[in-house]
């Protein structure tokens, strides 16, 4: 491997590690400008799209490296899972099952296909993938992680008659919840920071892939100019006493520290859809988009045990004081 093209990718995976997904998005596509034929390239920058919630243009990237070297299981795997998350179950559901053929032995593939099912309250086929994932790792943390929250979902789903789920199914991929559901996340990963002219281009573009480009795009930091870190603990207070009473309302299953926990043990964003499981219930937009921001609040001002303990918004007062 030429050695420029090797340090660009170490630099792109260290940033990756270290949560950093913009800046590597950055460092990759200076990398393709210089090697513009690296299918590896195409799949990483897909991935780091992913973590910033840029489905669409992840989608680009990763059929990008599908086309630049065909039948790589790992490429097929992502692209199945930016497809379901941009409400293509169908395709992205074949992408995961053409994944597991190429490479048996891969977990994740199955766990991801699992979580297809799981999402859209289909518990019958996604248990089936699932217990594959845990027969092939029956120790590995992620999957029990993931198999843990499967079955409160699966105790949340039996409140509801067969003929509901099909409702609560039909509203869920519903194009104008789907298009919500993205900005929210889309909104959660940029908002309240300073962005740099290529990562503004990148969510502008985003945006109109999405059918959103008439949206405001924040150029700078709009944080709350009271907010300081003595004040954080008490809007943190408010967001619990929300949450508990949204718990209480729907009668759920979960409590205020499974919530918690999801957020503290954070892996990627695909924890951020788990969450909105618990609470998508087949509601309208509006209702949807009240519950969407409450739980984007209890992103920003939760610990993450990435950012060592602290919340995204005592990170972003820490940048700011230097």
Known sequence: MNKSL?????????????????????????????????????????IARMKCCRFFLAKRALEKADKLDPDNPENLRSLGWVKVMLGNLQEGRNDLRNAINLNLTNPLAYLDLAMSYFHFYEFEQ????????????????????????????????????????????????????????RFLMLERFFKNKPLAKEEAEEIKEELEL????DKTLIYKDNIDENLTKENIPERRKEIEQALLGLLKES????????????IYN?????????????????QDLDELNKI?????????????????GLCPMEKILKHQGK
């Open 126 to 181: 996604g248990f089936e993938w699932l217990n594959r994932a845990k027969a092939l790792a029956p120790k590995d943390p992620y999957v029990l992680y993931n198999s843990e929250i499967a079955e409160k979902m699966r105790k949340e789903a039996d409140k509801y008659s067969k003929f509901d789920l099909k409702l609560m199914r039909k509203e869920k991929l519903n194009p104008r919840v789907q298009k919500s559901f």
């Open 210 to 213: 999405s059918g959103l480009g």
């Open 6 to 46: 090797e340090r660009k990718i170490k630099k792109a995976d260290s940033l990756l590690r270290k949560k950093q997904p913009s800046k590597a998005v950055t460092v990759i596509k200076e990398a393709i400008r210089e090697f513009p034929e690296t299918p590896y390239l195409y799949y990483l920058l897909g």
């Open 266 to 282: 954070e892996r990627n964003d695909n924890e951020f859809s788990k969450i909105i499981s618990i609470f998508d219930k087949g």
């Open 292 to 308: 969407l921001q409450l739980l984007n609040d209890a992103w920003n001002y939760f610990p993450h045990k990435c950012l060592a």
């Open 251 to 262: 009668e759920s299953d979960f409590t205020l520290e499974d919530i918690k926990e999801v």
